[in-house]
């Protein structure tokens, strides 16, 4: 394997639902500098896999309404490699597109596919992982994802049913497991053989290839019609005629439920999904009382466990909530209590439904 084999796709696209009403339609959350570093999700992601490989060979994949974003925030990245789609159809058409693309490129190539919007606390680990990874998949015809060790038996993640016994650190997957209730949870962490599915794969690009030909026939026939124009002008019109035909489905469906040649590296990278307000409340620094804040003038009294996140100079008097979300988006203010924080989705789109798209 040699650097410039290694290609990274990181997938921008999302909307982010669960962080509503900071992560809105036209302002998604892996744009959004949510940790407070000066940074977004997103260029944090970048910074991150150009120790990897050069700029040239990592693609941004998102939505034709995220362009303007993509490159005002990345650096130095060009508009060929930013892969638009122009229909939101989960995350097996867009890798289907990208691997083809880059297929006429490098028949060698070695993918890492990775969020935009996750935290990686151990960086220098996780470039190792991923290292080990690629090192792996570009001598064996292998599947293979990242699993995150589980520090508890969490609810909102999927998880990764693996064998013990493994050739080099790396394991055979026995079977993805849904998101499983607190019971069935605590089951899998007492056990040791399950992993967090942290949604990071690795595979050589014709392997996948082969993976969509086998389980995912029409996507494959769809995205090889493109061959001759891949890396050509003609390419975006390609896109934007065909990619809305392509079957609405995530990778893990499509491709990983289906496929027995599918491995997984157990990796402790210090990693979150960052997948809700709780999740964003256990890495953010917090004051004696566990509240985690981002506001310039607060005054709070009997409260605790809170996040508060509101925005630059406004001030804030707090007084007697425990374990709440509160956010305001200038249009939008959110008091809400963690424990039911699950429901936010659902209460973003009675908001819309109600007072119209302006509120999504």
Same mark, same amino acid.
């Given at each position: 394997?040699?650097?410039n084999?290694?290609?990274?796709?990181?997938?921008? +696209?999302?909307?982010?639902?669960?962080?509503?009403?900071?992560?809105?339609?036209?302002?998604?959350?892996?744009?959004?500098?949510?940790?407070?570093?000066?940074?977004?999700?997103?260029?944090?992601?970048?910074?991150?896999?150009?120790?990897l490989?050069?700029?040239?060979?990592?693609?941004?994949?998102?939505?034709?309404?995220?362009?303007?974003?993509?490159?005002?925030?990345?650096?130095g990245?060009?508009?060929?490699?930013?892969?638009?789609?122009?229909?939101?159809?989960?995350?097996?058409?867009?890798?289907?597109y990208?691997?083809y693309?880059?297929?006429?490129?490098?028949?060698?190539?070695?993918?890492?596919?990775?969020?935009?919007?996750?935290?990686?606390?151990?960086?220098?680990?996780?470039?190792?992982?991923?290292?080990?990874?690629?090192?792996?998949?570009?001598?064996?015809?292998?599947?293979?994802?990242? +699993?995150?060790?589980?520090?508890?038996?969490?609810? +909102?993640?999927?998880y990764?049913?693996?064998?013990?016994?493994?050739?080099?650190?790396?394991?055979?997957?026995?079977r993805?497991?849904?998101? !499983?209730?607190?019971?069935?949870?605590?089951e899998?962490?007492?056990?040791?053989?399950?992993?967090?599915?942290?949604?990071?794969?690795?595979?050589?690009?014709?392997?996948?290839?082969?993976?969509?030909?086998?389980?995912?026939?029409?996507i494959?026939?769809?995205?090889e019609k493109?061959?001759?124009?891949?890396?050509?002008?003609?390419?975006?019109?390609?896109?934007?005629?065909?990619y809305?035909?392509?079957?609405?489905?995530?990778?893990?469906?499509?491709?990983?439920e289906k496929?027995?040649?599918?491995?997984?590296? !157990?990796?402790?990278?210090?990693?979150?999904?960052?997948?809700?307000?709780?999740?964003?409340?256990?890495?953010?620094?917090?004051?004696?009382?566990?509240?985690?804040?981002?506001?310039?003038?607060?005054?709070?009294?009997?409260?605790?466990?809170?996040?508060?996140?509101?925005?630059?100079?406004?001030?804030?008097?707090?007084?007697?909530?425990?374990?709440?979300i509160?956010?305001?988006?200038?249009?939008i203010?959110?008091?809400?209590?963690?424990?039911?924080?699950?429901?936010i989705?659902?209460?973003?789109g009675?908001?819309?439904?109600?007072?119209?798209?302006?509120?999504?």
């Amino acid at each position: 394997m040699t650097q410039n084999n290694s290609y990274v796709l990181i997938m921008a +696209g999302g909307v982010g639902s669960r962080f509503w009403p900071k992560s809105r339609n036209h302002f998604p959350k892996q744009f959004i500098d949510i940790l407070g570093t000066g940074q977004s999700l997103l260029q944090m992601t970048y910074a991150r896999f150009l120790e990897l490989c050069p700029k040239e060979n990592i693609y941004v994949l998102s939505n034709q309404d995220y362009k303007a974003l993509v490159l005002e925030q990345l650096d130095g990245i060009t508009e060929c490699n930013i892969l638009l789609e122009p229909s939101r159809n989960n995350t097996a058409p867009c890798i289907a597109y990208a691997t083809y693309k880059i297929l006429q490129q490098n028949p060698e190539a070695n993918i890492v596919v990775a969020p935009s919007d996750h935290l990686i606390l151990k960086e220098a680990a996780f470039l190792d992982k991923v290292a080990q990874a690629l090192d792996y998949t570009s001598k064996n015809k292998a599947l293979l994802t990242l +699993g995150i060790s589980p520090t508890r038996p969490d609810t +909102g993640y999927g998880y990764i049913h693996y064998e013990q016994e493994s050739e080099v650190g790396v394991h055979a997957v026995s079977r993805f497991m849904e998101k !499983p209730v607190l019971e069935k949870a605590m089951e899998y962490l007492a056990s040791g053989d399950y992993l967090w599915n942290a949604g990071i794969f690795i595979w050589s690009g014709q392997n996948i290839q082969r993976a969509f030909q086998m389980y995912a026939p029409q996507i494959a026939s769809l995205f090889e019609k493109g061959n001759s124009v891949y890396n050509t002008p003609a390419e975006v019109g390609f896109i934007q005629e065909n990619y809305p035909n392509s079957p609405n489905i995530s990778i893990d469906y499509a491709i990983l439920e289906k496929a027995t040649n599918v491995y997984t590296i !157990p990796a402790d990278i210090g990693w979150s999904d960052l997948g809700t307000w709780a999740s964003l409340h256990e890495v953010l620094p917090k004051d004696a009382l566990n509240n985690s804040t981002s506001i310039d003038h607060l005054h709070v009294e009997g409260t605790s466990n809170c996040i508060i996140h509101l925005p630059k100079g406004k001030a804030a008097v707090i007084k007697g909530l425990e374990d709440f979300i509160i956010v305001d988006d200038e249009k939008i203010l959110l008091i809400y209590p963690k424990g039911s924080e699950q429901e936010i989705k659902g209460v973003a789109g009675e908001m819309v439904r109600t007072f119209g798209e302006e509120y999504l």
